[in-house]
């Protein structure tokens, strides 16, 4: 957690085991006996390199299961903004090193995390706190004439099933 008044540096982006699938560090700042997370500055390079078309979040409860979802071409920004949440991802594309994989992320509010999902990796959560709120920056913007979107079941596709 930054403390000082100095200049912030970028996010911090890490690569994970799926190509072009990277783990976000934003700026967490100490301010008046709670923090600050930057989420979006003009010029950051990697996390929005494409521009944001569309912008949501969605508060989510303990115990709520998503199916998996894929898109052709859409790119998801996610960043936790309130709660901690496990962000399952397999890859199912089909050129990739990693085809079939799955891997699990773990996302925290607190310590400022996101995750940049590409198009074609298949992706769920599950909220580890009572309440969590996730918000999505995405690209290209959800067209309901043309939906970029796949769904399986949550349990059991990809041989994964969450556990307790």
């Not at 929005?48 to 998996?68: K, M, N, Q």
């Not at 996610?78 to 496990?86: A, K, L, R, T």
């Not at 607190?110 to 992706?123: A, D, K, S, T, Y």
């Not at 290209?140 to 994964?160: A, L, R």
Request: charged fraction near 20%; hydrophobic fraction near 35%; proline fraction near 7%.
């Amino acid at each position: 957690m930054v403390t000082s008044s100095a200049p912030l540096p970028e996010p911090v982006f890490e690569d994970l085991a799926f190509p072009g699938t990277k783990l976000v560090k934003h700026r967490v700042v100490a301010y008046n006996n709670s923090i600050l997370v930057e989420a979006l500055r003009e010029g950051w390079s990697g996390l929005y390199a494409d521009s944001i078309e569309h912008l949501y979040w969605i508060v989510t409860h303990r115990g709520v299961l998503r199916d998996w979802g894929q898109h052709e071409y859409t790119t998801d920004r996610y960043s936790v903004v309130y709660g901690d949440i496990e962000v399952a991802l397999a890859d199912g594309r089909e050129d990739s090193p990693t085809h079939g994989q799955v891997i699990v992320v773990p996302l925290s509010a607190e310590r400022g995390e996101g995750l940049l999902i590409p198009p074609g990796v298949w992706h769920t959560f599950r909220t580890t706190t009572d309440t969590a709120v996730l918000l999505n920056a995405k690209s290209p913007s959800y067209n309901p004439d043309n939906v970029d979107k796949v769904k399986k079941p949550i349990n059991n596709s990809f041989g994964f099933t969450w556990s307790d």
